[in-house]
């Protein structure tokens, strides 16, 4: 029974720790955790495989890199159109969105996902739109179609880690 209860402190203390971990800070076998201090948005990437690009003047986000085409944007906004998860989802149309093969939402959530050109490349996107108070919080990853089969356990453990703060 001991172990089990130190099982639980140390699970305890890792997920306070990552909470708090400063931008980038790295765990979790090349994992890293992105905290957004202004809005709380958090996620966690493949460090290895992923390049932090600067933050933007307005620091509502984050946009990753990997060398092979791959893209992780990860940013939120006060909801100043008093936007509800159906009018969001509702304005997700045009070409970008004309290959949509998967949906899904919740209670303050909805994905969306498919397939679309990226500059001539034939490319998977997922958007994962989180409403949080008056924030809305956004994961959009993209990576090219040849590249799915290495993709999806990556973009399922990011996904799962996305979260809108407070």
């Given at each position: ?38 809005y709380g948005t958090t ?12 933050p933007p003047d307005n ?108």
């Open positions: 029974m001991k172990f089990s209860l130190l099982a639980l402190l140390a699970a305890i203390l890792g997920c306070f720790a990552a909470l708090f971990a400063p931008c980038g800070a790295r765990a979790d076998n090349g994992w890293a955790v992105y905290v957004n201090d202004r996620v966690w990437y493949p460090a290895p495989r992923f390049v932090m690009q600067p620091d509502d986000g984050r946009t990753l890199i990997a060398a092979d085409g791959a893209k992780i944007l990860v940013f939120a906004s006060y909801n100043v159109l008093d936007e509800t998860l159906a009018s969001k989802q509702a304005g997700l149309t045009g070409p970008d969105y004309a290959r949509t093969t998967y949906r899904a939402k919740g209670p303050n959530w909805f994905v969306v996902s498919g397939y679309r050109d990226i500059g001539g490349v034939d490319s998977v996107f997922y958007e994962k739109h989180i409403f949080a108070r008056d924030v809305v919080h956004s994961l959009i990853v993209t990576y090219p179609s040849a590249l799915k089969g290495r993709y999806e356990p990556i973009v399922a453990r990011v996904a799962a880690s996305f979260a809108g703060g407070g």
